[in-house]
């Protein structure tokens, strides 16, 4: 997590031998089954994340009107 709370729209990884085992999950659902029931490519997102983003920026520009509009 970067100094404003936000976080990066991708992500690497490498495998270690050791955690073979485990495999990704996305809010703690296993990435196959997002997979499996959306298809790919599939864009997820985290509510928490975003929540957390929002509340970020309500705070740096506090304004009685403030509106954040996603495209």
Request: without cysteine; negative net charge; hydrophobic residues 40%.
């Amino acid at each position: 997590m970067g100094a404003t709370g936000l976080h990066a729209a991708t992500a690497t990884a490498k495998m270690d031998p050791a955690h073979l085992h485990r495999m990704l999950e996305l809010g703690g659902v296993p990435a196959a089954t997002l997979a499996e029931r959306y298809g790919t490519p599939l864009y997820v997102y985290e509510e928490e994340r975003i929540r957390s983003a929002f509340q970020t920026l309500t705070r740096a520009f506090a304004v009685d009107d403030l509106r954040i509009h996603y495209p």
